[in-house]
């Protein structure tokens, strides 16, 4: 595998993952606790026996630099080698734009890619959570003298119309291709994982051809290429979706998890800043949960999976959730079937995500918040008793004086005014004096983290290293 070069996809911006998203590049998406999504692929790659590696990013990709940095926690923190970080760039002579798509992307980086030794270039999503060894995988490219070879595996039909859907023959050539149809003719679908040839590469990538499967896959199959699929039986999953990525979070708590974190055989490995060791107080409950380090429980936590640093105090409740570094649930508060994002500050007696109406859609994100999820932003601040429904939006930043009601109806979104600039959580903002009425109290003293709780520095300080950036 020395004579193999990867080149990971992480230039995504996975707007499917609403807000999530907004202010990261996909791949950098916190996942399983204290993961990210690239972690599975720079994974992969590493275990795989493959250590010269580049990351084509694009897309907000301060917190993905941030995060992989010089490739210490993988091992490729190498003079020969090791994992490069590329970016789109002016050429001489080149119109300045952005990647049109996946395969335009390896194309602007073909003399990075002709400068590496070896003959076979694995091409990877970055985005995408799996375990693979890419070692049979390029042994079967090879041993069919491929110009590409893509890993294939069946997928629910649902699913299919989302992605390449392809027919082989009996002996693994791929004969059909239809990408993304509204009416898939089979299960068979593309996992987004290419093996090249270099000399493919350089025969069939254009500036006509501007993504793998629209363009590249469907010309090749067309001009007689030697196309072949491989498959591949184990887990894979596209977290692309606000349901999907809830889904795969919450799969990881099952007794034998598809995707085992606990694989000796196969870590996963990641950047992870120093903390404490996970507290478990003595009023707390926590049944089929995955807890990371720097935790602080007092409350109940249901089927849920908390990041870093996070905080439930005496009386709360986390139900069926994600909950992103760093963020603390106050006493009495309910957090229910709901993402949060990090740093988000839920106040006493809050309830986020109440309701039985799971099927009234957000009305700003129709198509992306529509199971019953609630998802709140980073650095958001829930104020006290507020009642926020299902398929709520809550945008990053939002304050205490941003809610004009008690209840949030679900359905509904609730952002800063465009006038107001975003900052980190105040920790002494003046009491709404009036009781009684509807506007929910503005008091967020008792919002902002406990970062000594959680195992960080005071405010104001650096306590948020590595895994607390974007």
Same mark, same amino acid.
């Given at each position: ?8 996809? *992480?230039? =995504? ?83 300045? $734009? ?15 890619? =002709?400068?590496?030794? =070896? ?72 996992? !987004?994982?290419?093996?090249?040839? +270099? @000399? ?22 067309? !001009? ?8 591949? #039986? ?36 990641? @950047? ?8 478990? =107080? ?59 994002? +990090? ?45 926020? !429904? ?8 939002? @304050? *205490?004086? #941003? ?7 679900? %359905?509904?979104?609730? $952002? ?33 983290? @406990? ?8 405010? %104001?300080?650096?306590?948020? *290293?590595?895994? *607390?950036?974007?």
């Amino acid at each position: 595998m020395k004579r193999t070069l990867a080149v990971i996809l *992480a230039g =995504g911006e996975g707007e499917r993952l609403s807000i999530l998203s907004s202010m990261r590049a996909k791949p950098a998406v916190p996942f399983g606790g204290k993961y990210r999504i690239i972690d599975f692929t720079l994974s992969n790659c590493v275990n795989s026996d493959i250590d010269n590696v580049v990351v084509l990013t694009q897309y907000n990709p301060r917190s993905l630099n941030d995060h992989i940095g010089m490739g210490r926690p993988w091992d490729l923190d190498r003079n020969t080698g090791g994992v490069r970080m590329l970016q789109p760039y002016i050429a001489r002579g080149r119109v300045a $734009e952005w990647y049109r798509g996946t395969a335009d992307a390896v194309l602007q980086n073909l003399n990075v890619i =002709g400068q590496a030794s =070896g003959d076979a270039v694995l091409v990877l999503a970055g985005d995408h959570i799996y375990k693979m060894d890419y070692q049979p995988f390029v042994a079967a490219h090879r041993r069919h003298r491929a110009d590409v070879t893509i890993a294939v595996r069946r997928v629910p039909l649902a699913d299919a119309t989302r992605m390449g859907i392809l027919a082989m023959d009996d002996t693994g050539r791929v004969v059909e291709w239809h990408e993304k149809p509204r009416q898939p003719k089979s299960d068979l679908a593309s996992m !987004g994982v290419y093996v090249f040839s +270099k @000399r493919a590469l350089h025969q069939w990538l254009s500036d006509t051809r501007v993504d793998f499967g629209h363009d590249v896959i469907p010309a090749m199959i067309e !001009g007689g290429a030697r196309v072949y699929g491989y498959r591949f #039986d184990g887990y894979w999953q596209d977290v692309g979706t606000v349901q999907s990525y809830w889904e795969a979070n919450l799969a990881l708590l099952s007794d034998a998890p598809e995707l085992d974190l606990y694989d000796r055989e196969w870590v996963i490995h990641t @950047r992870s800043e120093e903390r404490a060791p996970a507290k478990i =107080g003595a009023t707390a409950q926590v049944h089929r949960s995955l807890i990371s380090h720097g935790c602080v429980i007092n409350g109940s936590v249901v089927n849920s999976v908390l990041s870093p640093g996070v905080v439930v105090d005496i009386g709360a409740v986390v139900r069926d959730s994600i909950v992103l570094f760093d963020s603390v649930i106050r006493p009495g508060a309910v957090v229910d079937r709901a993402i949060l994002d +990090k740093e988000v500050a839920v106040g006493p007696g809050a309830i986020v995500g109440e309701g039985t109406d799971y099927d009234e859609v957000n009305r700003r994100e129709p198509g992306r918040l529509n199971t019953g999820i609630t998802v709140v932003g980073k650095r958001a601040v829930i104020p006290r008793g507020v009642r926020i !429904g299902r398929n709520v939006l809550i945008g990053e930043g939002v @304050r *205490a004086t #941003d809610f004009a009601s008690r209840v949030v109806r679900s %359905g509904s979104t609730i $952002e800063r005014p465009k006038d107001r600039i975003v900052r980190p959580v105040a920790h002494t903002v003046a009491p709404d004096s009036s009781a009684g009425r509807d506007a929910p109290t503005a008091d967020e003293s008792d919002l902002a983290p @406990r970062a000594a709780e959680a195992g960080g520095k005071g405010p %104001g300080e650096s306590r948020r *290293a590595a895994e *607390a950036k974007d």
